[in-house]
């Protein structure tokens, strides 16, 4: 049976067009399919919506070209300061304090605005003879044998091609049409995001401050702007968001304190209902999952696309060597080793996430006692804080070349 052409990526998100330009990368054809128009270039003002990428992150978006298109407006995160308190009550005197002169390479990560990224990957896939984009068109089922497997296009196309990669975030129909399961749980919590500038610089400190309804981060982003990530229970996250600007700003504004001075929003604001869900398997029959479509883990980290980054990169090193020695790149073997390799470090991040969101999700005195001493601890261990830190930046385990900074 012919090929219409070496990989087909379901979902042209972020994950689904960073994986195309790092299979080009490697010499192979690859078609995305993104049911949404034009996924790549939603937004040419700032809509509210900012990522955190950590070090390793950003020697890969190097390594593949992508960042000299992001850099000029990308914001370093020079400092982290992780404290614990109640809203309108300010810190706890318990905190931990990341300062990136401790760490050799440099900036634990950067703020970037999502239009950036998304306008970046844009230029990349355009200027690609390897990478076909198709908009608008969703996929409506899939099916495989042992050589390919089949895809079912909305405009009645079927496409054919060895490996498939599922791209498709949360609720991936390519999981469950390949009868992978997730486990998981909601948070009984959602994310309220938006941008807000204001008076005071923030001298590229990252913040993130646990309440007891959930952690709130507020994030440096160029000039007196921060991207703010505020955790409330799923109830009051929903009374939140339905109240005008200047309502939301007041209820925002105690939970942040003042030491950035008066704020105003920037952009849009979003909500986003949290959970945890990793894939039972990230792969089967000549199929892989990628990115959110195999794991979602809470954000207070902010490490989902480092993660599905980090699989990228790990991805495209497995299928490298395996095209280079002559193997089947869609062959059992080769789709495992890329399993092992990005399954358990996937499932320890959960876990932590998750730990620390039930360690500090509450207003319980003793766990405050627990969590403050934690804090305090750390943050006295220069050894420990350390070791933080290089988590943080993705700069430990067993990394793949790409997020050496590498190029395969
Ligand atoms: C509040 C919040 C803050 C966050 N902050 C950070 C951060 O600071 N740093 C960080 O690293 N991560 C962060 N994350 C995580 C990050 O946003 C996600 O991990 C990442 O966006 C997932 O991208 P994705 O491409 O895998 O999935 P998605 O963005 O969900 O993309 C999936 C794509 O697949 C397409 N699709 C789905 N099904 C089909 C189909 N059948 N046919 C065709 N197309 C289909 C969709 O249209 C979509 O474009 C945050 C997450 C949240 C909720």
């Not at 991040?349 to 005195?365: C, E, P």
Request: overall charge negative.
């Amino acid at each position: 049976m012919d090929f219409d052409t070496d990989i087909l990526v379901v979902g042209g998100g972020l994950i689904g067009s960073a994986m195309a330009i790092a299979l080009s990368s490697i010499g192979f054809d690859v078609t995305v399919i993104d049911r949404q128009s034009d996924q790549l270039s939603k937004s040419h003002v700032f809509d509210g919506r900012a990522y955190a990428l950590s070090h390793a992150s950003i020697r890969m978006l190097k390594a593949l070209g992508i960042w000299n298109y992001i850099e000029e407006n990308a914001e370093p995160i020079l400092d982290i300061k992780v404290s614990d308190g109640r809203a309108g009550e300010g810190a706890s005197d318990w905190f931990l304090h990341f300062d990136h002169q401790e760490l050799e390479e440099g900036p634990m990560g950067h703020l970037i605005e999502d239009r950036h990224i998304r306008e970046a990957l844009k230029a990349n896939i355009k200027k690609s003879k390897q990478i076909e984009y198709i908009y608008n068109t969703e996929v409506i089922s899939k099916s495989d044998d042992d050589t390919g497997v089949s895809l079912n296009l909305s405009d009645g196309r079927i496409l054919r091609s060895r490996l498939l990669i599922g791209c498709d975030g949360r609720n991936s129909n390519i999981a469950k049409w390949s009868n992978i399961s997730h486990i998981g749980w909601d948070y009984n919590q959602s994310a309220l995001v938006c941008a807000i500038s204001h008076e005071k610089p923030h001298y590229g400190i990252a913040h993130q401050f646990f309440t007891p309804s959930g952690p709130l981060a507020i994030l440096p982003l160029p000039g007196n702007k921060s991207s703010i990530v505020w955790t409330e229970t799923k109830d009051k996250a929903k009374d939140i968001n339905i109240m005008r600007d200047e309502d939301y700003l007041s209820a925002l504004s105690p939970v942040i304190g003042n030491f950035l001075g008066p704020i105003s929003l920037v952009g849009d604001r979003f909500s986003y209902p949290l959970g945890l869900s990793i894939a039972e398997s990230f792969i089967s029959s000549c199929t892989v999952l990628v990115g959110d479509s195999a794991h979602g883990i809470h954000p207070l980290a902010g490490q989902g696309l480092n993660l599905g980054l980090k699989d990228i990169a790990a991805l495209t090193e497995v299928l490298a060597l395996a095209k280079r020695r002559g193997e089947n790149f869609s062959s059992k073997d080769v789709l495992e080793r890329y399993q092992k390799w990005r399954r358990f470090d996937t499932s320890a991040m959960a876990v932590v996430t998750d730990s620390i969101n039930k360690l500090f999700s509450n207003d319980n005195t003793v766990l405050r006692s627990i969590r403050d001493i934690g804090l305090g601890g750390v943050n006295a261990t220069p050894q420990l804080r350390r070791s933080f830190m290089r988590h943080a930046a993705g700069l430990s385990g067993d990394l793949p070349k790409l997020l050496q900074g590498q190029i395969i």
